[in-house]
């Protein structure tokens, strides 16, 4: 008993440490983000990224990703920071491996919205001119914000299909499939959207096999009981 006690000292100090760096709203950051002292902001989150006190905190690196994202829209920013937009997405990525409860998705609902929308149309983009690993990257990090973003999962399934590696896309397609079928999907407008142009894409994929694609359209139905551009879809490849 006399030896467990000091590793259960150890353990109590490291609990409370652990709740402590969650305790931290960086208003400092916030401040300098209101005022768009974007870059000021942003050296000033990173050194709390490096910090080993404040390293596994979450909102440093969502304000890395707010930062980047901002500065990816403004010319002023283009020549000092020409990959803003990939570096926005780089650290969104990292947030989420760090917020595992999700517990800021509410409080910055916009931003996740635009950089969603944004990373969606920039994926898009990827796919028709068939940069499929750029395409993939994307998705991989919309997964990181949310793994139960059931259309960037079933775009990686799509994506590895393209790229001739089948193993993969059948793993990303049985995970795509068993968010759907739970119903755990998540269901913002950006979502929804990529939802809808993945299942609708899958199953044009796999017309020939008509049981496949009504069996994706099928799982679909929950997600767009009143859009009538799914159900025209539907009535062509599954009717």
């Not at 300098?32 to 006190?53: H, P, Q, R, S």
């Not at 570096?87 to 609902?109: Q, R």
Request: proline residues 2%.
């Amino acid at each position: 008993m006399k030896k467990l006690f000091p590793f259960l000292i150890l353990a109590l100090l490291m609990v409370s440490n652990a709740s402590a760096q969650t305790d931290n709203d960086y208003k400092d950051l916030l401040t300098l983000f209101v005022g768009e002292k974007y870059e000021k902001c942003l050296y000033k989150a990173e050194g709390y990224t490096l910090d080993e006190k404040t390293k596994k905190d979450a909102l440093p690196y969502l304000f890395m990703s707010r930062c980047f994202y901002e500065m990816s829209k403004r010319d002023e920013f283009k020549e000092k920071y020409p990959n803003s937009f990939k570096d926005a997405m780089k650290y969104i990525s990292k947030y989420g491996s760090k917020d595992k409860e999700k517990k800021y998705l509410a409080e910055y609902e916009d931003f996740f919205a635009q950089i969603r929308g944004a990373a969606i149309a920039e994926a898009e983009t990827m796919m028709d001119t068939q940069k499929y690993s750029k395409a993939k990257q994307l998705y991989d990090q919309l997964l990181d914000i949310d793994p139960n973003d059931a259309g960037a999962q079933l775009m990686m399934g799509v994506v590895f299909n393209y790229m001739k590696a089948k193993k993969e896309s059948d793993t990303a397609l049985a995970k795509a499939k068993a968010i759907l079928a739970e119903k755990k999907a998540g269901t913002t407008k950006e979502q929804l959207g990529l939802l809808k142009y993945a299942i609708t894409l899958h199953a044009t994929n796999n017309s020939g096999s008509k049981d496949l694609a009504k069996e994706w359209l099928d799982l679909g139905l929950e997600y767009f009981p009143d859009d009538k551009e799914y159900k025209v879809t539907y009535d062509t490849i599954a009717g």
